[in-house]
């Protein structure tokens, strides 16, 4: 399956008014990888910061981090999702400081803002999506000042608890998927009644530094999550919650350390310009 912006645009077009049902605060397993990029955007973006968002989706970390005290600058692919953004930002009284404009990864180049970034973050896989991951770097050079980080959380290409539930359940090919290079189509879930695919592929670190470097360096990776399941297997957290409790203990011990950190359904890379 080949990238095409077209038909990227019109999947999460497609899926967006329903998105939040499937990965919004009934997900269990979403909502704490979220709770977890909250944290760290949190923590690496001090208030007052003007912040620009690569894949905004419904807008759930642009809404949080206005509401903290930042300014959001969310883009999109999709001009529904966007819109949705919007929705969100104007019920919820942060219209100001939430602008959002549907624009993908490598079209971002068209923004002029008047001074540049203090950060930017994308989170959740958008640029697993984005074919022109060069002409992405060279934009995020000039609109993230000197000093600014750059948080992405892609999907990685080892998932060690995906790898385990599909070889257990005879499924190899799924299994090792992440594995195969190049692009593949992946499901994104709507409601029952609405699936659609997209054209992914899976990064690794040096897929990132690639296009990122010189620009920005690298600070610091962390995966997220590495023992827990992925979202689409919410269902399996939800029956198994004491178990995954206790490996999220593991999970906080090990999701810095080599070679973990580069392991997981995504892995955080913390990039500094």
């Known amino acids: ?19 939040d049902a499937v990965y919004g605060p009934k997900n269990a397993v979403m909502t704490w990888m979220r709770q977890e990029s ?9 208030r007052g910061s003007t912040l620009l968002e690569i894949g905004c989706g419904t807008g759930e970390e642009a809404v949080a981090l206005a509401r903290a005290g930042r300014r959001v600058v969310a883009t999109d692919i999709s001009p529904k999702m966007a819109a949705v953004t919007r929705a969100k930002a104007r019920a919820a009284g942060l219209d100001d400081r ?12 068209a923004l002029r803002p008047p001074v540049p970034f ?16 060069a002409g992405f770097g060279r934009a995020m050079g000039r609109l993230v000042r000197p000093g600014g980080d750059f948080v992405c959380s892609v999907m990685a290409r080892f998932c060690p608890f995906e790898v385990v539930w ?5 499924r190899p090919r799924v299994a090792f998927r992440r594995l195969r290079r190049g692009w593949q189509s992946a499901p994104v879930a709507g409601r ?3 699936e659609v695919s997209v054209a992914t592929r899976y990064l690794a670190l040096g897929d990132l530094k690639e296009v990122l470097v010189p620009a920005f360096e690298l600070e610091r990776t962390l995966s997220l999550p ?13 029956e198994h919650r004491r178990v995954f409790a206790y490996l999220e203990r593991w999970e906080r011990c090990l999701r810095h350390r080599w070679p973990w950190r580069l392991w997981g359904d995504h892995v955080v890379l913390v990039f500094r310009r």
């Not at 990238?3 to 998105?19: G, L």
């Not at 994308?122 to 640029?127: I, N, P, R, T, V």
């Not at 599909?166 to 005879?170: A, D, I, M, Q, Y």
Request: proline residues 10%; aromatic residues 12%; hydrophobic residues 50%.
């Open 1 to 19: 399956m080949k990238p095409d912006y077209r038909n990227t645009a019109r999947a999460f077009d497609a899926i967006a008014p329903d998105y």
């Open 38 to 46: 909250l944290a760290l955007l949190e923590a690496t973006f001090p």
């Open 98 to 109: 939430v602008a959002v404009t549907a624009l993908p990864a490598g079209g971002i180049g």
């Open 118 to 133: 203090d950060g930017a973050y994308a989170s959740f896989g958008a640029l697993n999506c984005e074919p022109d991951l």
């Open 166 to 170: 599909f070889l257990l359940r005879g």
């Open 192 to 194: 029952a009644s609405v």
């Open 226 to 238: 590495l023992l827990l399941p992925p979202p689409y297997l919410d269902a399996v957290f939800r």
